[in-house]
């Protein structure tokens, strides 16, 4: 049975509509309202993940996902909030808190509290990339007491390359009369957050360790500060080798942000530093394995300028991250600087509108352009640029200042020792800590039936499709919303094709012979009318004839063939021609290109071995052919004449098969010429 469905239902092209409300933007920034970014991560899927807090206070207890589009659509919105004073606090620096391993991501708010305790603690979390949460993990100290005040924070977690978690933060052991030493800290965990180690490095107080980095030797190099860059290495298993403050631009201040590893085995590190007029200004420092400067540069202009975060580029160079009020429309704006491996500017762009706008981390994305996400006044900032850092709007293109500050640039060594921390109680609250609620915002997937319209913005549509429409508002330039649209048709027509002899069950009913069925109108979900016609068309039976001229042979070429004998099929008797071996009854069964059955009536034979000996029997095969034919034959010395139904010779040879894929598919006249000059024609197909 063949049963061919053919929908031949209206098909609506996508509207291609040339104007400025509907764009499918390739740069874009939208700020989504209650929300401060944190930190990116680009799905497999071309979507970004984005996480952060969904206000705008500095010390919120709840996280926030947001799932959006390649388009710059929120597609989802999950809010996970900690029980039991579970709190995700910023802190310094907070875009490091967000490490995406995979399909899990994993967060380290710098602060948490543990079932209403005042006291602050190290804390680590994960989830999938659905928010829902894996497992937490709050570490704590089992000697506190009323007097004393125990408190840690981790900044940023990175994965080792033995699978391992390694933390940068500080961490005050509280011990008695000590109650605010605070130091910087490294912590090692294993993938589910078990404590493996916990390392204080004291003497520095009030220290903070914000960022951290993997070399390629595998040791750890872990970075922070607070009047000057604090650059610590240890290895693996935290054994300290070198410690240095590095006195960025001299003695006026400066603290290390984030940093990463370079191929050369050193690092790149960026941070702010404070010039003689008291004005901050971002900076890259690049030192090699041992922790030696080997260039140094400060950027900026007449006011502050704050570097966040680096990422390390396609081409081998840099993208910076962060904010300044020295460029832009007023207060703060974000900033994206892009340099050359050794620190020369390629471009410099600023972001926003009049508010205080940051922009906390930055990605490369696969087709090698950047998005960059923070918070601008009260709302999460997305912004996505072309690989220049270009956009349509609320975009600026200052001069800025750039200064090779080798030589106001030093380091001292720190003679530090460090404490294991390990002992101290490791807090695992149960999963129904966590509260989560999905706020879940799609694109709009709308039906219309057929003849009417949708109003979409303005512009009436009436074909199915995909639609964008320019979004406005504070930040936004060539942000979209994206509208998927389908029409119901009024009639809807079903083509049906059935093999004779076959049955087909349609709206309940069997049918063999051909019909036109006509379903009942109705109205669907959408209150639309619609009629489902289908049209049956049975083919004509399939009744293959056999032919002799001194084989057997059917008349009409099929598919597939298979040959009887007595009504027993014949071992390896599929092709289109046979040569009995035997008198008695054959017949052949064929398949055609519609897949249909159908068998010969009986064709009896009854004249093998009345042939003269020396009567030829020649046979072509495969018969059609496209590459080659063989001769089956009970002669034994001939050539071969291929000619075309024009006489034109083609070939005159001798061989055992003949090859003929390179001629044009027709008819060919083939000759067999015997020893003895006779002269056997027979015709040849070429498909």
């Given amino acids: 049975m063949v049963f061919e469905l053919i929908w031949m239902k209206k098909i609506g092209f996508c509207m291609l509509l040339i104007m400025s409300s509907l764009l499918c933007a390739q740069t874009y920034q939208r700020g989504f309202s209650s929300a401060r970014y944190m930190g990116i991560h680009e799905l497999s899927s071309g979507n970004y993940l984005c996480i952060g807090f969904p206000s705008g206070s500095l010390n919120d207890n709840r996280l926030l996902l947001h799932r959006i589009s390649k388009h710059a659509d929120l597609l989802e919105s999950k809010v996970i909030t900690g029980a039991q004073g579970l709190l995700f606090y910023e802190f310094d620096n907070p875009s490091q808190m967000v490490l995406p391993v995979g399909d899990s991501i994993f967060i380290s708010p710098p602060y948490s509290t543990i079932n209403g305790n005042s006291s602050l603690y190290p804390g680590m979390l994960s989830m999938d990339t659905s928010g829902n949460v894996g497992w937490w993990k709050s570490y704590t100290n089992n000697l506190s007491n009323s007097g004393q005040n125990p408190r840690g924070g981790i900044n940023q977690s990175i994965l080792s390359s033995d699978n391992h978690f390694i933390n940068f933060g500080w961490f005050n052991p509280a011990n008695v009369g000590e109650t605010f030493n605070y130091f910087p800290a490294i912590q090692k965990t294993d993938m ?97 394995s041992s922790g030696d400067i080997l260039w140094v540069n400060s950027y900026g202009g007449e006011a502050d300028d704050y570097f966040f975060k680096v990422k390390e580029t ?58 960059a996400v923070g918070s601008s006044a009260d709302e999460g900032w997305f912004l996505k640029t072309d690989s220049f850092g270009f956009i349509d709007c609320h975009q600026y293109t200052p001069i800025m200042n750039a200064l090779d500050i080798v030589s106001t640039t030093f380091s001292s060594s720190q003679a530090l020792f460090s404490e294991n921390n390990l002992g101290f109680e490791m807090i695992t609250p149960s999963m129904d800590s966590f509260i989560s609620s999905n706020d879940l915002l799609t694109v709009i997937d709308s039906t219309i039936c057929e003849g009417n319209s949708y109003n979409f913005n303005g512009t009436l549509l009436n074909s ?80 293959p004839t056999i032919v002799f001229s001194n084989y057997l042979e059917t008349e009409n070429i099929y598919s597939a063939y298979q040959w009887y004998f007595e009504n027993g099929p014949i071992n390896g008797a599929i092709e289109q021609t046979y040569i009995p071996q035997v008198n008695g009854s054959y017949s052949v069964e064929v398949i055609d290109s519609n897949g249909c059955y159908g068998i010969s009536s009986p064709f009896v034979v009854d004249f093998v071995g009345q042939f003269n000996k020396h009567e030829p029997q020649v046979i072509l095969y495969p018969n059609p052919s496209d590459k080659s034919f063989k001769i089956q034959s009970n002669i034994t010395n001939y050539s071969v004449i291929l000619r075309d139904l024009n006489g034109r010779l083609l070939f005159h040879t001798q061989a055992e098969e003949f090859y003929v894929g390179d001629l044009e598919p027709g008819l060919y006249v083939v000759c067999i010429i015997t020893e003895y000059g006779r002269i056997i024609k027979r015709k040849l197909k070429i498909i």
């Fill in 192 to 288: 589910l957050g078990n404590e493996l180690w916990k390392l204080s490095f004291a003497p520095l107080l009030f220290e903070f360790f914000r960022a951290g980095c993997q070399l390629d030797d595998g040791h750890i190099l872990a970075v922070g500060g607070s009047d000057s860059s604090l650059v610590t290495k240890v290895d693996i298993e935290g054994n300290l080798l070198w410690s240095n403050i590095y006195h960025v631009g001299g003695d006026y201040g400066s603290k290390a942000m984030s940093c990463i590893a370079t191929a050369d085995g050193g690092a790149i590190i960026v941070g702010t530093t404070s010039t003689i007029l008291g004005d901050k200004q971002g900076y890259i420092l690049k030192i090699n």
């Fill in 314 to 371: 396609s081409d081998g160079g840099y993208i910076v991250c962060g904010r300044t009020n020295s460029f832009g429309a007023g207060q703060h704006d974000g900033l994206l600087l892009k340099v050359t491996s050794n620190g020369s500017i390629e471009w410099f762009r600023v972001y926003g509108a009049e508010s205080d706008d940051y922009l906390n981390d930055v990605i490369e994305t696969f087709d090698g352009n950047f998005v």
């Fill in 464 to 543: 199915p499709g995909t639609y964008f429409d320019t979004l406005s508002g504070r930040l936004a330039c060539d942000s979209v919303i994206q509208l998927n649209l389908s029409v119901t048709y009024a009639q809807y027509v079903n083509h049906v094709s059935l093999c004779f002899g076959d049955s087909v069950e349609l709206l309940g009913i069997w049918y063999t012979a051909s019909d036109t069925i006509i379903s009942n109108t109705s109205i669907n979900e959408y209150g639309c009318d619609s009629t489902y016609i289908i049209y049956l068309d049975v083919m004509e039976e399939l009744m």
